[in-house]
Structures are given as structure tokens and as C-alpha cells.
């Protein structure tokens, strides 16, 4: 069985603040997908980021970085110089890889940036 | 990235009532949707995958009487809440993959969701 964990259920940080959202997984495939994605207030799930497993190259995108330790079994997602904008759900998902395969999410970390 | 939409973005209804969501994939063939609920503050619960073509496959716990699924295209999947209750209120959202310029789209793109609401 597959299992994400989120263990920050609510962050708060002040703006212009780093801020790391943890994410832990649990999964016995050896080839596997991890995702992202935010859940602003509107609700609809934006995508962030998909990590293959085979890729342990930590990924940064503008002010967003990710860091997949496979070591570990975790694929923590981190924030720099955040802005209200970032306030928001952050989901952690695992898919199988092959085909279509359905995503488990970790119970999500509400990030709240305050001005 | 790939862009799904959802209709009705909001939906109230009375009890007794069936309710019809409809999810679009609008550039790219989604050969596989999926179904989701959401709770206030909670996760995204799965709560079935429809396949173009063929009949749904539910979670576990998913009456499929109660939600009936149809994913007769690849543009186009329906959920419908057949006598809806208040319990049956939530977020609902869809998720898409498939093929774009004949390349696999792996990635879950989702709609905006759907909030439903039954009186």
C-alpha cells in the first residue's frame, strides 16, 4: 500500500520568509511518481511538480525548490521569500508509475503567509 | 500544462434530487479521468476511475448506484449524484490523463471542482 504523510498540518510564516513543507512517503514499487500540487483558497489543484524516482536531482523553479531523498523516503518542497500569493493548501501525492495509474495525496499542509 | 474544466463550479439542490457534474478535458484526449470528494479541510478522497469506454471502477465504500459515472468520450466524463442527501454535500473534482500530440500525459490535471450543496 501506498501512504503519504504530511506531519505539518498548518504553517505560518511571516513574508519574505523561507518556509519547508515536509513530505514523507511510504511506498514498496521501486519505480514511482511524486507530485505537488496547491489548493488555493478557489479551491481548483494546481500543479506543481513531477519527480521520477530514477531522479534524485533536487529541481528549482523560481522561488520554488524541491528536495527528493530517496534515502529517506521524503520529497520536501521549499519556499523561498514567500508571498501572500503562496497562501495556500500543498498537497504531496504518489503515483505508481505504468499506464494510468490513481495518486494517493498526504492530508495536505495550509500554509498561511502573512504580510 | 494541460487545462480540464468542471461544470457547475456550484450546485445547490434539494434533498431527494439528482445533480449531474460535468468534467471536460479541453486540449488533450483523457483516456483516463477519476473522481474525487473533498471535505472541509481534509484531503481528496478517490472515489472512482473511469476509463474511456468502459464502466467505472470505484473505491471501496463508493456506492456506485448512488454516483454513477459515465466516460463516454475522451473529452468528456460525467458524475452523477443520484437522490442526493445533505451528507452527500462536498467538493467534488475531477482529474484527467491521456495523450497529447500522441504523447502520454501522466500528470493528474484537475478541474476547478464542483461545490455541492443539498438542502
Redesign the interface.
Known amino acids: 500500500a501506498q501512504k503519504v504523510t504530511q506531519a505539518q498540518t498548518e504553517i505560518s510564516v511571516v513574508e519574505k520568509e523561507d518556509v519547508t513543507l515536509d513530505c514523507v512517503y511510504e511506498t514498496r514499487d521501486t519505480t514511482y511518481y511524486l507530485f505537488w500540487y496547491k489548493q488555493p483558497p478557489s479551491g481548483e489543484l494546481v500543479f506543481l511538480i513531477r519527480r521520477n524516482s530514477f531522479d534524485e536531482q533536487n529541481e528549482i523553479s523560481g522561488r520554488y525548490s524541491w528536495n527528493f531523498q530517496k534515502s529517506t523516503s521524503s520529497f520536501n518542497f521549499t519556499i523561498t521569500a514567500s508571498q501572500v500569493v503562496d497562501s495556500a493548501v500543498y498537497f504531496c501525492a504518489l503515483s505508481r508509475t505504468g499506464g494510468y495509474q490513481k495518486v494517493t495525496f498526504g492530508t495536505g499542509t495550509k500554509l498561511q503567509v502573512i504580510p | 500544462?494541460a487545462v480540464v474544466s468542471q461544470h457547475p463550479s456550484r450546485v445547490i439542490c434539494k434533498s431527494g434530487t439528482s445533480v449531474k457534474i460535468e468534467c471536460r478535458s479541453l486540449d488533450f484526449q483523457a483516456?483516463?479521468m477519476?473522481w474525487y470528494r473533498q471535505f472541509p479541510?481534509?484531503?481528496?478522497m478517490?472515489m472512482a476511475?473511469s476509463n474511456e469506454g468502459s464502466k467505472a471502477t470505484y473505491e471501496q465504500g463508493v456506492e456506485k448506484d448512488k454516483f454513477l459515472i459515465n466516460h463516454a468520450s475522451l473529452t468528456l466524463s460525467t458524475l452523477t449524484v443520484t437522490s442526493a442527501h445533505p451528507e452527500d454535500s462536498s467538493?467534488y473534482?475531477c482529474?484527467a490523463?491521456?495523450t497529447s500530440g500522441g504523447l502520454a500525459v501522466?500528470?493528474?490535471?484537475?478541474?476547478?471542482?464542483t461545490?455541492l450543496t443539498v438542502l
Open positions: 500544462g483516456t483516463t477519476f479541510k481534509q484531503s481528496l478517490l476511475t467538493f473534482i482529474s490523463v491521456g501522466h500528470t493528474q490535471y484537475f478541474g476547478p471542482g461545490r
